[in-house]
T-cell receptor, first 115, second 115 residues
Framework: AQSVTQLGSHVSVSEGALVLLRCNYS??????LFWYVQYPNQGLQLLLK??????LVKGINGFEAEFKKSETSFHLTKPSAHMSDAAEYFC?????????????FGTGTKLQVIP | GAVVSQHPSRVICKSGTSVKIECRSL??????MFWYRQFPKQSLMLMAT?????????EQGVEKDKFLINHASLTLSTLTVTSAHPEDSSFYIC???????????FGPGTRLLVL
């Protein structure tokens, strides 16, 4: 069964500092991995996804994530935090594609950006 | 591209009434749609998966007679909360996926408050 663990339910960074949100996954087959962002009272917006192509994935708003199979990790990073990055971030894993395919979400990490 | 809308964005109803929430994929055909429920400060809980033209598959513990899902076309799915009670108050989010890959695109969510 697939699962996702996000380390740290809350992360605080200063504006301009590096953002690092951690995600580890468990999957019995090569996974698809996603990062989504959720602003208050809104749905989820796809930041980036890994679908077995390049291991370093670049997404929107300057975010990127690196798939490391040996570490079963897919950490999200951004070199310089902006106030508008304050939101909740969800890592998700999906096995295979097509048919009845479920996505499993992590518990989320709330990012606070301090001015 | 890949825009998903939900209507209404917010609804307040009396206990015992039924509420219908619509989820539409605006610029792609959604072969599969998902309905999630999100409690405050928690991750998303998958309620059910629906494929166009077939019955929805409900997750364990989700009452299918209470949460009626219809996926009548490739661009529209509806969730009807029947005989709503205060404990049904929550944030309901839909997502849609086309046949081309594993990525789910999320709607903006519907806040339901049952008085």
């Amino acid at each position: 069964a697939q699962s996702v663990t996000q380390l740290g339910s809350h992360v605080s960074v200063s504006e301009g500092a590096l953002v690092l949100l951690r995600c580890n996954y468990s999957s019995s087959v090569p996974p698809y991995l996603f990062w989504y962002v959720q602003y208050p009272n809104q749905g989820l917006q796809l930041l980036l996804k890994y679908t077995s192509a390049a291991t370093l994935v670049k997404g929107i708003n300057g975010f990127e994530a690196e798939f490391k199979k040996s570490e079963t990790s897919f950490h999200l990073t951004k070199p310089s935090a902006h106030m508008s990055d304050a939101a909740e971030y969800f890592c998700a894993v999906s096995e295979g594609h097509g048919g009845y395919q479920k996505v499993t979400f992590g518990t989320g990490t709330k990012l606070q950006v301090i001015p | 591209g890949a825009v998903v809308s939900q209507h209404p964005s917010r609804v307040i109803c009396k206990s015992g009434t039924s509420v219908k929430i619509e989820c539409r994929s605006l610029d792609f055909q959604a072969t599969t749609m998902f309905w999630y429920r999100q409690f405050p400060k928690q991750s998303l809980m998958l309620m059910a998966t629906s494929n166009e033209g077939s019955k929805a598959t409900y997750e364990q513990g989700v009452e299918k007679d209470k949460f009626l899902i219809n996926h009548a076309s490739l661009t529209l799915s509806t969730l009807t909360v029947t005989s709503a009670h205060p404990e049904d108050s929550s944030f309901y989010i839909c997502s849609a996926r086309d046949s081309g890959g594993p990525t789910q695109y999320f709607g903006p969510g519907t806040r339901l408050l049952v008085l």
